[in-house]
């Protein structure tokens, strides 16, 4: 059984930073790329970063230079590095694996519950 879980979320002001974490059980990060969403209330979700089979990453411009996503393939476990948070960061973050073999871009097979980051002004 394939499970994500989030946590590391919480309230920050701007400028703050915070790490969040995925611990993933059931899935191989060796086969999978994975990702990390948000979702900001009243908008869509958007994809924030990810990171390939082979350690590839890649960042949506919004937060290029402020976050980093990690992962460590032998605790199975996801991360997401939040410098310089900006009040516009807020929203429900949540893990997700791709399909096995599948590319970065790909629908995702599976997603954590969530956690909430509020950046206040």
């Known amino acids: 059984q394939v499970q994500l879980v989030e946590s590391g979320g919480g309230s920050v002001e701007a400028g703050g930073s915070l790490r969040l974490s995925c611990a993933a059980s059931g899935v191989s990060f060796s086969a999978r790329c994975m990702r990390w969403f948000r979702q900001a209330p009243g908008k869509e979700r958007e994809g924030v970063a990810s990171?390939?089979?082979?350690?590839?990453?890649n960042y949506a411009d919004s937060v290029k230079g402020r976050f980093t996503i990690s992962k460590d393939n032998i605790e199975n476990t996801l991360y997401l590095q939040m410098n310089s948070l900006k009040p516009e960061d807020t929203g429900v973050y949540s893990c997700a694996a791709a399909y096995k073999y599948s590319g970065c871009t790909s629908t995702p097979e599976y997603w954590g519950q969530g956690t909430q980051v509020t950046v206040s002004s």
């Open positions: 990171i390939g089979r082979t350690g590839a990453t």
